[in-house]
């Protein structure tokens, strides 16, 4: 099911989000280090202007695992510490994380933890996609991030 929901949540999402304007890159490549050793693959990275606007992790969980929730927000922290973002976003099926917001302490980033309810009626489950889109783009700034992707 984690992957049927990243699946879902990628292509419904990157709809919404395109239709604002940029391009989304699926399981997009980046180095959290200079010397490329540590690699990382965020679900979905959206650009605007050639330049990473949000970063978005899919989070399906059938119950909350030791640790929970610490290891999503490291993750979401280390992909906005290397695309240069200054906010990053889980997105959870409901019932495995309440919409939450996270300020890293001396680090200016905050996490986003945000739950869509798959129990709902399937149009009902993409306008759920489509407010997250418009939000996340009311959301998004990034100031000179590190990486950047020629408009396709």
């Given at each position: ?9 990628t292509a419904t999402l990157t709809r919404a989000l ?100 798959l129990a709902a009626a399937p149009d009902a489950l ?27």
């Amino acid at each position: 099911m984690a992957k049927v929901f990243e699946d879902f949540l990628t292509a419904t999402l990157t709809r919404a989000l395109e239709a604002h304007g940029g391009l989304c890159r699926a399981q997009d490549p980046h180095d959290l280090d200079g010397a490329g050793r540590v690699g990382m693959n965020p679900d979905l990275v959206w650009y605007r202007a050639g330049r990473p606007a949000a970063v978005i992790d899919a989070k399906y969980k059938a119950e909350k695992p030791a640790g929970f929730p610490n290891a999503d927000v490291y993750q979401l922290l280390a992909y906005c510490t290397a695309l240069g973002l200054t906010e990053g976003h889980l997105v959870y099926a409901k019932g495995n994380e309440p919409t939450v917001t996270h300020h890293i302490r001396n680090a200016g980033i905050t996490i986003h933890a945000h739950a869509l309810d798959l129990a709902a009626a399937p149009d009902a489950l993409l306008a759920q996609v489509d407010d997250l889109a418009d939000r996340l783009t009311v959301s998004s700034v990034s100031p000179a991030p590190l990486a950047t992707v020629a408009a396709g």
